[in-house]
Structures are given as C-alpha cells and as structure tokens.
C-alpha cells in the first residue's frame, strides 16, 4: 500500500508540473504589440516637448501627434482582437493538461502491473542466483513431475511389433540379468513411447554394467526420464546427467539437458552459454539444433542479450529456387530473369548478414556476385565470411574455394 500511495504521489507531481507549463499566463510574455505602443507614447512626449521648446511648428505638431495617435488607436484595437481570441488557446490548454495527466497516471500504472511485480524490492544479481539455487534444489521429484502428465496411450505399432515387445517384456521378468535383452527393451519401450518402462529398463542396463556403463548410458538414461516428465529435467535426472557428464563432458545431448536445466531453474546465462557452446559444434540435422533454436531467442533476452543471433551451422540445407521459380525464370525476358537474380542474389547477402548461414551459402553468393560483375562485393563477402568462419578451417576451405574459383582469391 504505501508503495502504491508513493508512487501516485509522484506521478501527481509530475502530472501538476506538466499542467502548470500548459497552463501558464500567457499575459506574463509581453507581446509585441506593447513594445510598440510604449514606443509611440514616448513619440507623443516628445512631440509635445518639442512644440513647447519651438523646435516645430505648431500646424507640424499637430499633423504629428495625430499620426502618431492612429497608429496607437491601431495597436488597440489590434489588442483587443488578442484578448478576445485568448479563450480558445487557454481552453485547449486545460483540455491538453487533463489528458497529459491521465496519460501519464494511466499509462504508468498500466505499464508497472504489466512489467512490474508490486510488492517486491528490487534483487541483486548475488540475490537472484541464490534465489535460482533454492529454486533450483527444491524443485519437484521426477515422480511428482510424471504424476502431472496426463495419461497417454502408447503410440501406434503393428500388432506383431507389440507382441514381441510383450514377450520381451515376459523374457526379461524371467531373466533379471540379461543385458541384451534390457537394452532391447529400453528401445522399445521408448519407441512405443512408454518412456516411464524405458528409463526403468535403461536403469537396469546401467546396473548390470556396473562400471562399464558409458556417458551415452547414462546420457539416453536421462533423455527417457526428462521425456516421461514431459520436458522437465528433474533432480533424479539431473543426477543422471552428472554421471554422463563426469564420463564424457563433450556429450552433446547432455549439453542439451544441462541447458534445459538451467533455463528452467532461472539461469539463462549459464543456459544461453551452453546452447551457444552446443551450436557452434553441430550440425543442422542434429535432433536438439531445432528445440534450441525455437528457444534461445527467448533465453537470450531473459539474459540480458538483445543482439544475440545463432551461429551458422555446419551442413545446413542451402536454400535455393523452387520448382516454380525454375519455371517461371524459364519464360522470362533476360531483363526480367535478370532482375531476379538480382533479387534472390539481394535475399541472400541479407539474410546472411542478419541471420547468419553456412559456409556452402557464403560461397554460393561469393560465385554469384562474382558472376555479376560485382566483384567488390564478392571480395567484401568472402572478408566477412573469413570473420565470421575464423575458428572453422573447414568452412575457411570452403569461402577461399569459393573465392579462387571466381577469381578474387587471395
């Protein structure tokens, strides 16, 4: 409440000194029009002075002071008309000053409950990351998350694939330490997409190996739990990650996960860290590249990163004509088909300066300015790809490939 009481008398006094400015006097500036007038009363003086000294002749001061009379009857008349309009200007004044008032109270409280939080002082960043850590410990069990999730049916098989993944499920209750036919059963559990039976089957993969269990074990151990937790990456999962983390700290889809967990538990700058790190090593076609980058913007911006944008990926499709431009471009002009290569040739260099592509792009549109005669920008193109690619000596291989071959390399 007294935040709610502070904050409004402030707004009020900024809303008064806004009003007061509108609505200030105008008669305080003196207009024009009285400089003038002050200036013939002086002239009128003056005439009279002179009549009585005799440095004019009466019939001279006379002719004078009535000249000089019309022109103040002029600027009267001239004020007057002034006073009569200032009505309208003052009374759109008021109407300005009340509207700036309710904007500025409306409006900021409108925005504050939008993106404030009442109540709450503001938090240091120390503040926030133990807060994040309590959040973090204490968040709910894999069976509290499972026990969330709706039921689901178990996705559509053949009935023959369903008969063996029952009998496997027989043989294996009868062998407890068959590791092959566990590990069968953790895939096919998962396939069938009873994740909760998979990571239960992976657990006693892992316990029959022992020792011998591998980061990727333990890695699709975790991949099963969060997927029956619907997404969430829970304590127990977490623990599962570390091991596979401690076996192999370059496995890529613990990278992932570690990520998950970190921009679930209030850290999207360690999240944003690891998912860039995990970018820059992959390929398009990776499974984990897609859901990354649907949601880094977003983790991004929770961390304080306005500007950020993906790296270019290694192997990434080149996008290119469709059927139907090949078509169309077939029963154009060469005016007209070369206009659209311009085009397409424009898209390109845009979209890689704003979006980033792969080395096979950038050498597409070094050839291809090359082609066109713009071999300035071509040069420019294969300097910033070099910029960009610097830490990659495939991609490096692929831009001076480009670049010789079209006559500008170095």
Do not use: H
Request: proline letters at 4%.
């Amino acid at each position: 409440m007294v935040f709610w009481l502070t904050t409004g008398i402030l707004a009020l006094a900024v809303a008064a000194i806004l009003a007061s400015a509108l609505l200030r006097n105008r008669e305080t500036e003196v207009a024009p029009e009285k400089y003038d007038l002050n200036v013939y009363k002086d002239q009128l003086r003056e005439i009279e002075q002179d009549a009585a000294r005799g440095v004019i002749a009466a019939d001279e001061a006379e002719r004078l002071r009535t000249e000089v009379s019309r022109r103040i009857l002029a600027i009267d008349a001239k004020m007057a008309d002034s006073s009569r309009s200032e009505g309208g200007p003052r009374g759109v004044g008021r109407v300005a000053a009340g509207v700036s008032a309710v904007v500025l109270l409306g409006g900021a409280f409108a925005l504050y409950s939008e993106l404030g939080a009442p109540g709450y002082g503001d938090l240091s960043l120390k503040t926030r990351i133990d807060a994040a850590e309590q959040a973090r410990l204490n968040r709910p069990s894999q069976a509290d998350a499972e026990a969330q999730i709706p039921p689901s049916t178990s996705l559509e098989a053949t009935s023959e694939y369903s008969d063996l993944v029952q009998k496997l499920r027989g043989a294996v209750a009868e062998r407890p330490n068959d590791l092959q036919g566990f590990m069968l059963l953790a895939r096919s559990e998962a396939a069938l997409g009873n994740f909760t039976a998979a990571y239960a089957a992976q657990e006693r993969v892992i316990s029959l190996k022992a020792d011998g269990a591998t980061a990727e074990d333990y890695a699709d151990l975790a991949d099963m739990m969060v997927l029956a937790a619907g997404g969430y990456v829970s304590p127990e999962a977490e623990r599962v990650l570390q091991a596979a983390f401690v076996r192999d700290e370059n496995n890529d889809v613990v990278a992932y996960y570690r990520g998950l967990l970190m921009a679930q538990t209030g850290r999207p700058d360690v999240a944003l860290r690891i998912w860039d790190r995990l970018l820059r090593n992959s390929e398009a076609t990776d499974p984990w590249v897609t859901p990354i980058l649907e949601a880094i913007p977003e983790i991004a911006v929770r961390a304080g990163v306005t500007d950020y944008s993906p790296p270019a990926l290694a192997n990434a499709p080149l996008r290119g004509p469709t059927q139907q431009d090949v078509e169309s471009a077939a029963n154009m002009s060469a005016e007209d088909r070369a206009q659209m290569i311009e085009g397409m040739v424009a898209q390109l260099a845009e979209r890689l300066s704003t979006e980033g592509g792969s080395p096979e792009e950038w050498a597409r549109l070094i050839g291809a300015l090359a082609v066109l005669g713009r071999a300035e920008e071509a040069m420019k193109v294969y300097a910033d790809g070099q910029e960009v690619f610097s830490d990659n000596d495939a991609a490096l291989r692929t831009l001076r490939d480009a670049a010789t071959g079209a006559g500008i390399g170095q």
